[in-house]
């Protein structure tokens, strides 16, 4: 399993527009009636990120993660909120703006990964 540190890690600013276009991409493509030809094609250029494009003798690559739907509280370090409507309480991720961005890389034989962009969101209270 893949341990996730929190690192200050520098990464050129071209790698991360780059996956957020293609998470953009992915967002679009989600409201087309015919998405899964248009899916395979981002989900392999996706796998080219993950293993192969950036992958040096220390560094495995990149990936995302979408938080849309999950719970969201003020403790959690992982995404920058705006907090839509009045409540501050039981707070649900309603959209993302930009995904959570994550490096992999080797430390002592195990496989760690690192945020390297925290995930810019909009909160609201959820509906019970």
Excluded: W
């Excluded at 399993?1 to 992915?26: C, G, H, S, T, W």
């Excluded at 739907?69 to 839509?84: H, P, Q, V």
Aim: charged share 25%.
């Amino acid at each position: 399993m893949q341990e996730i540190k929190k690192l200050n890690v520098k990464v050129p600013q071209a790698y991360l527009d780059f996956m957020n276009q293609i998470f953009e991409i992915e967002k679009k493509i989600s409201y087309l009636s015919e998405e899964n030809s248009i899916s395979r094609n981002i989900n392999k250029i996706k796998g080219l990120l993950e293993e192969e494009f950036f992958k040096s003798a220390s560094t495995l690559g990149f990936s995302y993660h979408n938080p849309l739907g999950e719970d969201y509280s003020e403790t959690r370090t992982d995404c920058e909120a705006t907090i839509a409507g009045e409540g501050t309480e039981n707070l649900e991720i309603i959209e993302v703006i930009k995904p959570i961005i994550y490096i992999s890389y080797y430390e002592f034989d195990k496989i760690m990964k690192s945020i390297v962009q925290p995930a810019v969101v909009i909160v609201k209270t959820r509906n019970i």
